[in-house]
């Protein structure tokens, strides 16, 4: 069987934060592609695309690579009006501004890749927990198009599916991603908790599933 790989759609933070970290001395724009089967919405790219200038080397590689990548942002004819016609009324209650546009262009572009039998299901990965608890979530949990991770999710997935990609390695990356200031720390942080506090549960949290990925490599691989 030909390697079928993970479909996923990526917003403009995840694509930044994932554009932080090296896999097998390769970097996001690299890796990215050799693993999985990316998507984006027209929208994400812009907003990626802004302050270039100001960017690292690997965001700019990046950006070119998009650019190349026709395939990679489906030309969505229906973003626009499932987003005003069904998206705001029903998930999103607040006015439609730039505010969240990228999040909610990528669900539209997920209903319109499953609608059309272009994919089954596919993975959204976002680094936006209040866009994701604010309407993301719901949408995914009401209408089967698949399911909403985050990059350290989505580096466990890679870690679980490509020996190539050692214990240390993943550790060192999933680390270094979630140490990134403009993370999401939310889900983990209490009234008491500092930013660090909650910074440290969520790595002790990965932390933990790699090792319960690596202890089933280990009994898988006997």
């Known amino acids: 069987m ?28 690299k890796w990215l592609w050799q693993y999985l089967q990316v998507f984006t919405c027209t929208s994400v790219k812009n907003e990626f695309a802004k302050r270039i200038n100001n960017r690292t080397p690997t965001e700019r590689s990046m950006l070119n690579v998009l650019e190349r990548r026709q395939k990679s942002i489906p030309r969505t004819r229906k973003i626009t009006r499932l ?14 501004k730039k505010d ?8 539209c572009t997920a209903i319109e890749l499953v609608k059309e039998k272009q994919i089954g299901q596919i993975v959204i990965v976002t680094d936006d927990y209040t866009a994701q608890t604010n309407f993301m979530n719901k949408v995914v949990e ?13 580096l466990t997935y890679l870690y679980l599916t490509n020996d190539s990609i050692n214990f240390e ?19 983990y942080k209490t009234r008491q ?13 990965y932390l933990n599933k790699i090792d ?3 202890y089933l490599k280990n009994k898988y691989n006997q």
Request: include cysteine.
């Open 2 to 29: 030909a390697e079928k790989k993970l479909e996923v759609l990526i917003d403009a933070n995840a694509f930044s934060h994932l554009c932080r970290i090296e896999l097998n001395r390769s970097k996001a724009d």
């Open 83 to 96: 987003e005003k016609n069904w998206l705001h009324p029903q998930y999103y209650k607040k006015q439609l």
């Open 100 to 107: 969240d546009e990228g999040e909610r262009h990528l669900i």
């Open 142 to 154: 009401e209408i089967n198009i698949g399911q909403i991770w985050n990059t350290p999710d989505l």
């Open 169 to 187: 390695n993943i550790t060192d990356a999933v680390s270094d991603i979630i140490a990134i200031e403009s993370m999401s720390w939310k889900k």
């Open 193 to 205: 908790d500092s930013q660090s506090d909650a910074m440290i549960k969520m790595k002790k949290y």
């Open 212 to 214: 319960k990925i690596k």
